[in-house]
């Protein structure tokens, strides 16, 4: 089978992609082939403005495109609860229910030996930090409900001991290996208002 070069490395690099599989990129490739050339141009300036204008908060780690991410520059949230996620597509999708008002803390990952991702991979000195330097009253951990959330919401559970905050974690409304951005805004719902204190009493 003849296969031309400039197509065979757009493939290759569409398989990048996560959940894109050889078949799903070929029809992506040829599809970006057919594409009008004002498109094509519109999304190769989309995916280099991600990279050149996006950048992490120096805060939170949630992305941002101005000097602070739009949680940490809303004078109006909450600023005694705060929500630690794993990544911020998690933050969004508390966002998308509109049932809390707190900040959030971004960790960009969870705890993962077995991928080699340790505690210096994740965003956890700046977590320690804020609560060192701010006012909260409750820290929730909403890390996934898989093995390397768990993982992480231990540890995190550990480090929070000896600060004067009240630590919750997500109640099992969501099912364990689930993701939070897959979850339906009722299943999300429950499991944050049925959120369980841990560590101290």
Known sequence: ???????TKLIESLRKLPGVGIKTAERMA????????EHINDFVLAM??????????????SYMED?????CNDMER???????VSYFKDALA??????YYGLYHVLNGSLSPSKGIGIADINIP??????????????ILATDPNVEGETTA?????LLEKYNVTVTRLAYGLPMGAQLDYADELTLIRALEGRNKVGKD
């Open 1 to 7: 089978m003849i296969e031309l070069e400039t197509i």
């Open 30 to 37: 040829y599809q970006i082939l057919e594409m009008k050339e």
């Open 48 to 61: 280099n403005n991600v990279k050149s204008r996006i950048k992490k908060c120096p805060i939170c780690g």
């Open 67 to 71: 000097d602070l991410c739009p949680f």
């Open 78 to 84: 909450d600023s005694s609860s705060l929500v630690v």
């Open 94 to 99: 508390f966002e998308k229910i509109k049932k």
């Open 126 to 139: 700046s977590l320690l930090k804020r609560i060192e330097e701010g006012h909260f009253k409750e820290i």
């Open 154 to 158: 231990l540890y995190l559970n550990k």
